[in-house]
């Protein structure tokens, strides 16, 4: 699926031109294969800016000459690696890659982050540098599955851990918009990961937050089993960050799992080489349909600006794939729609809020005049004693 053509489809009125700053020194094969898939995704782009920040020194080897106009590089001088603690380093590190990144868009000089470095660290330089959206309690990171139908949303996949029913409220609002708005997806169903599909099955956050689900105006289906998900039975499935990040790993790593066997498969002699021959057409759409490489990433939900955080693991290929979807999330300017949704819930809410208090004061005048007769006070209830 081609999620830049998707989102200039719906957004019209979409800025001509946005600037991605990519996190060149973050990935497991930085800064080679990010500065070659950034670059080669960007030369086919020229109207998209491209801003590769890192250490000028080490990612001048791999520029190929002079860059095009709308290239450009902003020297970072440090980077922040696996293995450091993440907000700490965050912190200590001002001129660490991800946090230029993230110092450009809250200047208004970029309007995207792409990174493949520690998602830790990216999670908190969003949050230090740009911060949570008005009336979101904690970011969320959502990923595209693949289904049978088509993908779907999963979040929480990692961004933040013990989340609340009101957390998961929040998560299932910023995935709908996210489907709706870069997905193309018409009035997106939400549901709820949890241990069984029965109502009032789960954790206490999520009994929470089905309440929270049905009172509001997204279309809730309920709850989804993990054997579930690749049935498609929604759009938008929600969960805790551990969950999640243990689901979206479960099935990376079951994907693989499968394509080795049926390497293994197909070399065995003497018929397996044949056997492949005849099926390889089938085996060609079936590696197509769980190429996750094209879903670009993950992008972070609730912060002010567009953050899509993508494999560490990520060489050139999909390195390119992310770019193209940051720039379409900053196209689709999915921060400012969700923000809008938030108040209005957070509007409706409050009326609800002022609606209880109403009829719980109505309630207790109904209790005072139905059980004993109202004394007058002051002088005139002296005088009536």
Same mark, same amino acid.
């Given at each position: 699926?081609? &999620?830049?053509?998707?989102?200039?489809?719906?957004?019209?009125?979409?800025?001509?031109?946005?600037?991605?700053?990519?996190?060149?020194?973050?990935?497991?094969?930085?800064?080679?294969?990010?500065?070659?898939?950034?670059?080669?995704?960007?030369?086919?782009?020229?109207?998209?800016?491209?801003?590769?920040?890192?250490?000028?020194?080490?990612?001048?080897?791999?520029? /190929?000459?002079?860059?095009?106009?709308?290239?450009?590089?902003?020297?970072?001088?440090?980077?922040?690696?696996?293995?450091?603690?993440?907000?700490?380093?965050?912190?200590?590190?001002?001129?660490?890659?991800?946090?230029?990144?993230?110092?450009?868009?809250?200047?208004?000089?970029?309007?995207?982050?792409?990174?493949?470095?520690?998602?830790?660290?990216?999670?908190?330089?969003?949050?230090?540098?740009?911060?949570?959206?008005?009336?979101?309690?904690?970011?969320? &990171?959502?990923?595209?599955?693949?289904?049978?139908?088509?993908?779907?949303?999963?979040?929480?996949?990692?961004?933040?851990?013990?989340?609340?029913?009101?957390?998961?409220?929040?998560?299932?609002?910023?995935?709908?918009?996210?489907?709706?708005?870069?997905?193309?997806?018409?009035?997106?169903?939400?549901? &709820?990961?949890?241990?069984?599909?029965?109502?009032?099955?789960?954790?206490?956050?999520?009994?929470?937050?089905?309440?929270?689900?049905?009172?509001?105006?997204?279309?809730?289906?309920?709850?989804?089993? /993990?054997?579930?998900?690749?049935?498609?039975?929604?759009?938008?499935?929600?969960?805790?960050?551990?969950?999640?990040?243990?689901?979206?790993?479960?099935?990376? /790593?079951?994907?693989?799992?499968?394509?080795?066997?049926?390497?293994?498969?197909?070399?065995?002699?003497?018929?397996?080489?044949?056997?492949?021959?005849?099926?390889?057409?089938?085996?060609?759409?079936?590696?197509?349909?769980?190429?996750?490489?094209? &879903?670009?990433?993950?992008?972070?939900?609730?912060?002010?600006?567009?953050?899509?955080?993508?494999?560490?693991?990520?060489?050139?290929?999909?390195?390119?794939?992310?770019?193209?979807?940051?720039?379409?999330?900053?196209?689709?300017?999915?921060?400012?729609?969700?923000?809008?949704?938030?108040?209005?819930?957070?509007?409706?809410?409050?009326?609800?809020?002022?609606?209880?208090?109403?009829?719980?004061?109505?309630?207790?005048?109904?209790?005072?005049?139905?059980?004993?007769?109202?004394?007058?006070?002051?002088? /005139?209830?002296?005088?009536?004693?």
């Amino acid at each position: 699926m081609d &999620l830049a053509t998707v989102a200039r489809g719906l957004e019209p009125d979409a800025p001509a031109r946005v600037t991605v700053a990519v996190d060149a020194m973050g990935g497991d094969h930085a800064p080679e294969e990010v500065v070659l898939g950034a670059l080669d995704w960007a030369r086919q782009h020229p109207e998209t800016d491209l801003v590769l920040v890192g250490d000028d020194a080490r990612i001048a080897p791999y520029l /190929g000459g002079p860059l095009p106009a709308h290239i450009t590089i902003h020297h970072a001088a440090e980077s922040v690696t696996m293995d450091e603690h993440p907000a700490a380093a965050v912190r200590r590190k001002r001129d660490a890659s991800i946090n230029v990144c993230m110092r450009l868009v809250r200047e208004g000089r970029a309007h995207a982050v792409v990174t493949a470095g520690h998602t830790g660290a990216a999670v908190a330089a969003a949050i230090l540098y740009l911060g949570r959206l008005p009336g979101v309690d904690r970011p969320a &990171l959502a990923v595209q599955l693949v289904s049978s139908k088509g993908p779907f949303v999963l979040l929480d996949i990692g961004a933040t851990t013990d989340s609340t029913g009101h957390n998961l409220f929040q998560y299932a609002r910023m995935g709908a918009i996210y489907s709706e708005r870069v997905l193309g997806v018409e009035r997106p169903s939400v549901a &709820l990961l949890s241990i069984g599909e029965e109502a009032g099955k789960g954790e206490v956050r999520v009994q929470d937050a089905t309440e929270r689900l049905r009172a509001s105006d997204l279309r809730f289906v309920g709850n989804v089993e /993990g054997k579930d998900l690749t049935n498609h039975l929604a759009d938008v499935v929600v969960c805790d960050a551990s969950v999640g990040n243990v689901t979206i790993k479960f099935f990376e /790593g079951l994907s693989s799992f499968i394509f080795e066997l049926l390497r293994a498969e197909f070399r065995r002699p003497p018929w397996g080489p044949l056997g492949y021959a005849f099926m390889r057409p089938g085996i060609e759409r079936i590696r197509d349909t769980f190429d996750y490489e094209r &879903l670009g990433g993950a992008p972070l939900l609730g912060v002010k600006g567009t953050v899509l955080i993508t494999h560490g693991r990520a060489k050139r290929r999909m390195i390119g794939f992310a770019v193209a979807v940051g720039a379409a999330a900053a196209r689709a300017r999915i921060p400012e729609r969700i923000a809008a949704a938030l108040a209005a819930d957070a509007r409706t809410e409050e009326q609800v809020d002022l609606a209880a208090e109403a009829t719980a004061e109505e309630s207790d005048d109904d209790g005072r005049g139905a059980g004993e007769v109202a004394r007058p006070s002051g002088a /005139g209830a002296a005088e009536a004693s």
